[in-house]
């Protein structure tokens, strides 16, 4: 089991970063997200607890589950499904208030479940995962603090 924990601190509210990372739909602005969408809504708010999200990345897909939703501060998740297959037990995103912003914590613990599956998560799932991670708050830092106009 390997973890894996990207950060960045993107210049706007918290409410507004919360809200635009908890938003699956928004993970396709970046390049190796190619398909997010809600399946199911949650009990008590779209992307809230029991809310389930898949996602089609450049290297798999994923099928992911709220387990807990407070807003603005935090949300989790578990992968309950995905091809190719993995075990999780972690998926993460925290939201604090900083000078500048607000800094997102995301992180995920996951194994490739396949023949040498520690190595293949090492060697390639965790860079390729870390890299999407990255670029989904980059596309959520550019939504966030270009002119209202250039908003999506």
């Known amino acids: 089991m390997e973890t894996l924990t990207v950060r960045r601190v993107i210049a706007a509210p918290i409410a507004e970063v919360f809200d635009w990372c908890a938003t699956t739909t928004n993970y396709t602005r970046s390049p190796l997200v190619l398909r997010a969408r809600l399946a199911r809504a ?8 029991g809310a389930v999200r898949e996602h089609t990345w450049a290297i798999g897909w994923f099928r992911e589950r709220i387990t807990a939703y407070h807003p603005p501060y935090d949300f989790d998740y578990t992968v ?14 925290t939201f604090t208030e900083v000078a500048g912003g607000t800094e997102v914590v995301w992180t995920t613990s996951f194994e ?3 023949p040498f599956g520690a190595a293949l998560t090492r060697a390639l799932a965790q860079p390729v995962i870390g890299r999407t991670f990255a670029h989904i708050l980059a596309a959520a830092d550019t939504a966030l603090t270009t002119g209202p106009a250039d908003r999506r």
Do not use: I, K, N, T
């Open 42 to 49: 949650g009990a008590e708010a779209p992307y809230g607890v």
């Open 80 to 93: 309950d499904h995905s091809f190719p297959p993995a075990r999780h037990e972690l998926g993460r995103m």
């Open 112 to 114: 490739v479940r396949l």
